[in-house]
C-alpha cells in the first residue's frame, strides 16, 4: 500500500487503541535537523483536548514561531515545499497545526513535549527531556512485550 495510506490506517488503529483506556492520541511529526521524519503518537486523556489547539498555538507564540491550520481538505505537500524542515501536530478533533521551520526561525526540539507535559494537559514536567524517560533495558523489554500483546486486536498487518 502507499506509504502514507498506511501511515493513516496505523494512526486509525492507535486512535482505537488508545480509546479503549478512555485516552485519545496527539500525533506529531517534525522533519528538522534529522534525515528522515519522525511521526510520534502521545496518548492524553480524552478530557484534556478541550483548549490544547489553544495551548499549542500560545505556545509557539510564546517561543518566537507561529502555527498554522491547515485547511481541512488540505494536504501538507500542498503548504510545504519539498525539502522544507516543517513542524506539524494533529490535534484529537482532526485539527492539524504547522510551521515552516525557515531561516532565522528557532524552533525548539522539545516543543510538542513541552506542550503535552505541561499542567494542563498530562501534567507530567519530569517527562519534557526524553533523556530523562530512560528505563532499564529489562524494564523496558517488559513494556514492549505488553504493547505487542495489548495492540494485536487493533493490528491490521497481522
Same mark, same amino acid.
Given at each position: 500500500p502507499d506509504v502514507l495510506e498506511e501511515i493513516n490506517q496505523f494512526k486509525e488503529a492507535l486512535k482505537k487503541f488508545?480509546?479503549? =483506556? =478512555?485516552? &485519545?492520541p496527539v500525533f506529531f511529526e517534525r522533519n528538522y535537523k534529522t534525515s528522515h521524519m519522525?511521526?510520534?503518537? &502521545?496518548?492524553?486523556p480524552k478530557n484534556a483536548d478541550r483548549e490544547l489547539k489553544d495551548i499549542f498555538?500560545? *505556545?509557539s507564540e510564546a517561543q518566537g514561531f507561529k502555527l498554522d491550520v491547515l485547511e481541512s481538505h488540505g494536504r501538507l505537500d500542498q503548504v510545504i515545499p519539498l525539502?522544507?524542515?516543517y513542524f506539524t501536530v494533529e490535534l484529537p478533533d482532526g485539527t492539524v497545526l504547522y510551521t515552516k521551520i525557515q531561516g532565522s526561525v528557532h524552533f525548539p526540539l522539545n516543543f510538542p513535549r513541552e506542550v503535552l507535559s505541561s499542567g494542563p494537559v498530562?501534567?507530567?514536567p519530569n517527562r519534557v527531556e526524553w533523556k530523562d524517560c530512560i528505563l532499564p533495558k529489562e524494564e523496558e523489554e517488559e513494556l514492549v512485550q505488553r504493547l505487542r500483546t495489548?495492540? *494485536?486486536p487493533f493490528d491490521f498487518t497481522m
Open positions: 488508545y480509546l479503549r =483506556n =478512555n485516552r &485519545i519522525q511521526l510520534q503518537a &502521545i496518548p492524553i498555538v500560545d *505556545e525539502k522544507v524542515p498530562l501534567d507530567m495489548d495492540f *494485536e
